[in-house]
């Protein structure tokens, strides 16, 4: 395997970060003139007159909002009067209006909560001649915890990790595990959006679910929330978490469900009269950049999908046996190919070992590759997460090859076997091939890269 087709795989993937870096977007999509503001997208532009509030105030959580906040001050200015962004620790930028707090992901801790008190303090501070323009990107469901204090019961910091924990490691999509969350939060499916209320609220919404759901992108902030308490319920037991999450949870959405906890807020609800949610930043406009970039780099090249989804390693034998047909019978491209999806598959928890949904899906890619070693054998797969952190590690993914393979069998490391004890990060350590990008101040899902020189 040549070093070449090594860095091709990785400058297709950080073409596709690029396109998406919050700081180029906020200053691409928005534009100031006098004291008009104009919102430009690929499908939507409106002004707003700033001279008709008192006050400019940016609330905001993700990965990416210190990014996007950085960029909003440099189209806005000392026109901000205040603002308070909640970040993932360690993704930070340097900022002169909007003060910045660290937290937790993805399992939420007591910073998580402070962040999203002060949050909650300071939408409420917000007047009805103010204008709140609130940064929300991945992430900000756990960076933002507020344990619902419910009429039938209160939930603890413990409860929420507990429940965390076991909707990450059960193998529940996103829409499903933030559906649970906004049932025991103050702050989520558009609780935000009535805090800030009766104030003029603007969302600025980068995308990490796929589909781009607006009220599952960090369990929905300010937008309407279209699950109910009966769907999370339906989630634990979908799932068999009944008894294994902290009882008073459990407790509290079984009383949602029948009615004698209040619901999140649904379309209609005069808290959203004065909200406007405008989506600035997709996968789909990774994945396309991405492809740009392929071509150019000299590959016949094809997007197969922005909505990838289902178990990490089942997914990684769909991509093995694209590599053996297009080895084999040129199709769906010919060589020299590349193929680009996007996405974001789960994990279900088998073992103790260290790793993310990326790094998994590398390992069960050589996995593949040794039970069928000639077909795809001179082909390179490349899965990582556009955030920097897959999973709780410190990697973005990783690569797998047939030369990685033969590297690690030399070194007397099995692929078969650190899958089944969800142990890829160890594995693709002991080799170097981790990719390690570190914060990427941006998150829209994951990109993998197929290449078949």
Same mark, same amino acid.
């Given at each position: 395997?040549?070093?070449?087709?090594?860095?091709?795989?990785?400058?297709?993937?950080?073409a596709?970060?690029?396109?998406?870096?919050?700081?180029a977007?906020?200053?691409?999509?928005?534009?100031?003139?006098?004291d008009?503001?104009?919102?430009a997208?690929?499908?939507?532009?409106?002004?707003?007159?700033?001279s008709?509030?008192?006050?400019?105030?940016?609330?905001g959580?993700?990965?990416?909002?210190?990014?996007?906040?950085?960029?909003?001050?440099?189209?806005?200015?000392?026109?901000?009067?205040?603002?308070?962004?909640?970040?993932?620790?360690?993704?930070?930028?340097?900022?002169?209006?909007?003060?910045?707090?660290?937290?937790?992901?993805? $399992? +939420? *801790?007591?910073?998580?909560?402070?962040? %999203?008190?002060? =949050?909650? !303090?300071?939408?409420?501070? #917000? @007047?009805?001649?103010?204008?709140?323009?609130?940064l929300?990107s991945?992430?900000?469901s756990?960076?933002?915890?507020?344990?619902?204090?419910?009429?039938?019961?209160?939930l603890s910091?413990a409860?929420?990790?507990?429940?965390?924990?076991?909707?990450l490691a059960?193998?529940?999509?996103?829409?499903?595990?933030?559906?649970?969350?906004?049932?025991?939060?103050?702050?989520?499916?558009?609780?935000?959006?009535?805090?800030?209320?009766?104030?003029?609220?603007?969302?600025?919404i980068?995308?990490?679910v796929?589909g781009?759901?607006?009220?599952?992108?960090?369990?929905g902030?300010? $937008? +309407? *929330?279209?699950?109910?308490?009966?769907? %999370?319920?339906? =989630?634990? !037991?979908?799932?068999?978490? #009944? @008894?294994?999450?902290?009882?008073t949870a459990?407790?509290?959405?079984?009383a949602?469900?029948?009615?004698?906890?209040?619901?999140?807020?649904?379309?209609g609800?005069?808290?959203?009269?004065?909200?406007?949610?405008v989506?600035?930043?997709?996968?789909?406009?990774?994945?396309?950049?991405?492809?740009?970039?392929?071509?150019?780099?000299?590959?016949?090249?094809?997007?197969?999908?922005?909505h990838?989804?289902?178990?990490?390693r089942?997914?990684?034998s769909?991509?093995?046996?694209?590599a053996?047909?297009?080895?084999?019978?040129?199709?769906?491209?010919?060589?020299?190919?590349?193929?680009?999806?996007?996405?974001?598959?789960?994990?279900?928890?088998?073992?103790?070992?260290?790793?993310?949904?990326?790094?998994?899906?590398?390992?069960?890619y050589?996995?593949?590759?040794?039970r069928?070693?000639?077909?795809?054998g001179?082909?390179?797969?490349?899965?990582?997460?556009?955030?920097?952190?897959?999973?709780?590690?410190?990697?973005?993914?990783?690569?797998a090859?047939?030369?990685?393979?033969?590297r690690?069998?030399?070194?007397?490391?099995?692929?078969?076997s650190?899958?089944?004890?969800?142990?890829?990060?160890?594995?693709?350590?002991?080799?170097?091939?981790?990719?390690?990008?570190?914060?990427?101040?941006?998150?829209?899902?994951?990109?993998?890269?197929?290449?078949?020189?």
């Open positions: 395997m040549s070093v070449e087709i090594h860095s091709h795989a990785e400058a297709i993937f950080r596709g970060l690029a396109r998406v870096d919050p700081l977007m906020m200053e691409r999509l928005l534009s100031l003139s006098g008009t503001l104009t919102l997208t690929e499908t939507e532009r409106f002004s707003l007159d700033l008709r509030f008192e006050r400019i105030l940016v609330l959580a993700g990965k990416a909002s210190a990014r996007m906040a950085l960029g909003l001050e440099r189209v806005l200015g000392n026109r901000i009067h205040s603002g308070l962004v909640a970040v993932k620790e360690g993704h930070l930028e340097f900022l002169s209006s909007i003060r910045l707090v660290e937290a937790s992901h993805p $399992v +939420p *801790d007591e910073r998580s909560t402070k962040a %999203a008190r002060a =949050v909650l !303090e300071e939408a409420a501070n #917000a @007047g009805e001649n103010d204008l709140v323009i609130v929300v991945g992430g900000g756990a960076i933002l915890a507020a344990p619902l204090n419910g009429e039938t019961g209160t910091l409860d929420k990790q507990g429940v965390t924990k076991e909707l059960c193998g529940a999509t996103i829409q499903e595990v933030n559906c649970v969350r906004k049932k025991l939060s103050s702050i989520k499916g558009g609780r935000l959006a009535k805090a800030i209320a009766p104030a003029q609220c603007l969302s600025l980068l995308s990490d796929i781009d759901d607006l009220d599952a992108i960090a369990s902030l300010t $937008v +309407p *929330d279209s699950t109910t308490c009966v769907d %999370a319920v339906g =989630v634990i !037991e979908r799932y068999g978490l #009944a @008894g294994k999450i902290p009882q459990e407790d509290l959405l079984r949602g469900a029948k009615g004698f906890e209040p619901d999140t807020p649904k379309a609800d005069k808290a959203f009269d004065q909200t406007r949610t989506l600035i930043g997709t996968n789909y406009q990774a994945l396309l950049a991405a492809q740009d970039e392929a071509r150019r780099l000299g590959y016949n090249t094809m997007l197969l999908t922005s990838l989804t289902g178990e990490a089942e997914m990684a769909l991509f093995c046996g694209i053996k047909d297009i080895a084999v019978n040129a199709i769906p491209v010919k060589r020299p190919a590349c193929l680009i999806a996007g996405g974001e598959t789960t994990v279900t928890l088998r073992g103790s070992g260290k790793g993310g949904r990326n790094q998994e899906m590398a390992l069960a050589l996995a593949g590759l040794a069928s070693p000639k077909d795809a001179d082909s390179l797969f490349l899965a990582a997460s556009t955030d920097g952190s897959d999973g709780p590690t410190d990697a973005t993914g990783a690569f090859s047939m030369d990685i393979l033969k690690g069998r030399a070194a007397g490391l099995e692929p078969a650190f899958l089944a004890a969800n142990n890829s990060y160890h594995y693709f350590e002991a080799l170097d091939e981790l990719l390690k990008t570190g914060p990427t101040n941006t998150n829209v899902c994951d990109i993998k890269v197929l290449l078949v020189p």
